[in-house]
Each structure stands twice: as structure tokens, then as C-alpha cells.
């Protein structure tokens, strides 16, 4: 087996013990040990160990180790070499055939695919068959599970619990297979855009908007208030299930899976009668990518969930909450935002109690050093230098980000809602009752005061070992 003097360009990859160097001029055809395919071309972008036998594509060598994948939003996949089951191999949850190499897993949900698969281009273009796009699809587009479903490239069945290559407007549908084989085939000089496109969750992200899905069912209507002029079905990057359009009334207490506030007004919800997942029009129209003020340096990307990480979480920098929902971030700088914290907070804020206009501050506004504190103007809680908060520099007064809006006279957020569950349970107890929690709230108030106290004396010791004189609070 040939090898040219391209000993630098070797690389170690994760399934294989040994290093891997570029096959060049090989006289035979060698089957890559990740994705089962042949180096057809023997181009030198195949790597191998001789003396196992052991063979990868440099694009099967350069995959993710993780993955956030669009076919199963509720958890990242994780690059295996080998299947974990005690058969050996695994069922592919795209093409249905079975694999016995490299696989893209979720073990919590048993969901199993080939790497090639995984990497799938999300569209296609095929000029000399279709007029349209063809979309990749994860599920039946179709409510009735006996529909027959015939591929228009082969003419062959679909298995619509399969991944398909579809065109909405058209219903026009092709296996997996047979749409890429069909793209590859008809690469030409003069149309460039017919090769497949990158799958933007692994490659690049798209600014393309959510898939729009055909409404073959009108019996649907029934389940919400059509709203004219509107996509009525469409698919969203994080759900797995079409989302059809209605009108939620505010008496349903229904809470948006995109930003956990209520839902009121025009929505899209599960057409699944079993599935609650449902957003605001709004959440479902937020950009995958987002430039943001607050992270100049790179661009925010959308996710459905808090994507897995490989450094500490400190929570999203604008409130300083875990975000259960969508976030925006940027792995590479760890920095995370909440959808509608990067994509709702006002600039500058006004409040009644208070002249001048609140200005949002991204950034401390003053010297860590200086070990200024701040305590919010409404709540009374201190505010934390790592987190946004809206500040009035002539006056040197601030709020929470999620303070900002609430009345003073209302006290906190939280405050209020509390005093009020106190009052409702004190209602309902004896005297006895009442004096032993009296008792207690008093107990922990002490409490309270001899560690704020304490606090005070160890911050007042180390001041005085810096040589510092003075302490602010504003």
C-alpha cells in the first residue's frame, strides 16, 4: 500500500488506538470502519492503520463528538464507536438498516443513528426532478398512519416512520437514499447549488425560517381558531411534531415550551393530541442566530435546551437563572442568554418612583475592586456583579433586570406572593399554631442578622489586612 511523506499530516482519532496516517495510491478498495462505505475515488483524504486493517474518511474523522440534532431535540447525541448493545449492532432510527459502527446516540432514549445520517445535508436540490427544495423530514407529514406514501425518484414504498427528503407545497417525497444518490449523480459545472447543503445544526447554522408543513386534515380546525394570511402548519428545529396555528385564550393557563411565560393570542401547538408543546408566534419566529450587544465578539445561536458544555455553567448572564427553555449561546465563550432576555429587555426603562430614566448596563458600572455593592431599588435584594441590571448613573441607583417593570409599592416579585401565602395559612391556624411560627420566623431572622453580622466583621478584617479604608453601598 502506497504512502506519500505526509507523516505530519497523521491524526489520532478517539476509536482507534493508533495513529492514522493518509492513504495514498491504494490498490484496493478499503470500506471506512465508521460509516461502512468505500474510499471509491481513493483520494488521499482517507486515513488508515496498516497493521489493523482499521480505515476512516477524513470527514467520518473530523465528526463532532456531540451533537444537537434537530431529529431529537430533547437531548444531545453523543458520537459512539461501537454500539453498546449486547447484539452488537443497532437499528438506525433514519434509514432503518442496521449498523455495527459508528453511531450518533442518545442512550436516556435508545435513539440510534449512522454518522452519515447524522450529517445528512438538511436540504436538496434536484433541478432535473423537482422545481422545489426537498426538505429533510423526520417523521410522517401525514396524520393518517395507513397512508401509502410512494418515493418519486424510484417509485418504491416510503416507511414514513423513516426520515424522507419532501417538498410540502408539492408532496413530492423521496427516500433518503435515493435523494442524495440523485444530487450527487447530477453535480454539474453550471449548477453549483445542486450539491447537497451543509445540515445547519452541524456545520452552520440558517437563517431559514421553520419548515411549512401541508394541512392535509381539516378536521383539525376544530382544535383552534385558523388566523388568516398565516402558515397554518409548519416544523419547528425544536420539536419533533408538526406545529399547527390556533388562538389561546389566557383563562387556559397554558405556558409557552419556548420562554415559560403565558400564552395569549395567536400560537402554534402539537398536532399531536397527546403532546402539550406549544409556543407563541413570536418564539417560533426567533432567528437561529442572533448578534448581540452584550457578546459583540461572535454570534448567539438558538437552542432549545441548555446544550452540553465542557466548562462550568454559571447560568444566563442577563438574570442569572438556568435557562429551562430556549437560550442563546456561544459555547465558545460560555456566555448564555435566555431568548427573551436577549430579545425583549428595553434599553432604558422608566419608572414612576423615579426621575430619570434606567439605562441597561451589560457590565458592572464600577471597578470590581472597588467592591461597590448595589441593592436593588425594588426588592431590596443585592444585585450581582456578573449579572445585567438597569442602573441610573446620577444617582447611583439599580434594579434587577427582572425587577425593573415591578411597582415599588408592590414590593418584590416574590415578596408580595409570599406575604400573601403566609396570610392565607396563618388564617387557617390555631394560636398555637400562630405563636410557634412566629416563634420561628423570629428564630430565623436572628439568624439572618448574626451571619449578616458576622459577614460584616470578616469583610471588615480583610479590608483592613488590603489596607483599605473605606466600603460603598449605594
Known sequence: MGRGNQACQAK???????????????PETLTCNACAQPNITNNPNFYGCDSCQYFLHENCLSAPRFLNHSSHPSHHLTLLPTPTYSNGSYTCKACGSAG?????????CDFDIHMQCALLPQTLVLPQHHRHELELIFESPFDDENTLFVCDLCNGNVDLNKWLYYCA???????IECGISKSVSQQEPKLPDNKPKANPV???????????????????????????????????????????????????????SGCEDTLGGTAYKCTKPNCEFTLHKSCVELPRKLQHNAHPKHSLTLYPTLPQRDSFYFGCNACGEEPKCFVYECLDCNFSLHAKCATSL??????????????????????????????????????NDANWLYYCAQCKLGTHVQCAMVKK??????????????????????????LLMLTIKAQDQQARLNFQTQMAYMNAKT????????????
Open 100 to 108: 455495527n459502527g459508528c453511531s450518533f446516540s442518545c442512550p436516556c
Open 169 to 175: 407545497d408539492c408532496d413530492f417525497g423521496a427516500h
Open 12 to 26: 489520532q482519532h478517539f476509536s482507534h488506538q493508533h495513529i492514522l496516517t493518509p492513504i495514498v495510491n491504494s
Open 346 to 383: 428595553a434599553e432604558n426603562v422608566t419608572r414612576e418612583d423615579h426621575q430619570h430614566p434606567l439605562a441597561l448596563q451589560y457590565q458592572w458600572p464600577f471597578p470590581i475592586d472597588d467592591y461597590v455593592r448595589i441593592f436593588c431599588e425594588v426588592c431590596n435584594g443585592l444585585c
Open 409 to 434: 409599592e408592590d414590593g418584590s416579585s416574590l415578596q408580595n406572593e409570599e406575604e400573601e401565602e403566609e396570610e392565607e395559612e396563618e388564617g387557617e391556624m390555631t394560636d398555637q399554631q400562630r
Open 202 to 256: 452541524i456545520i452552520t447554522e440558517t437563517e431559514q425560517g421553520p419548515i411549512k408543513m401541508p394541512d392535509t386534515n381539516q378536521e383539525k380546525a376544530s382544535r383552534g381558531v385558523r388566523v388568516a394570511n398565516e402558515v397554518k402548519i409548519l416544523k419547528h428545529f425544536s420539536h419533533s411534531h408538526a406545529l399547527e396555528l390556533c388562538e389561546v385564550h389566557e383563562t387556559n393557563e397554558i405556558i409557552c
Open 463 to 474: 479590608m483592613a489586612n488590603m489596607f483599605r479604608s473605606t466600603h460603598h453601598y449605594y
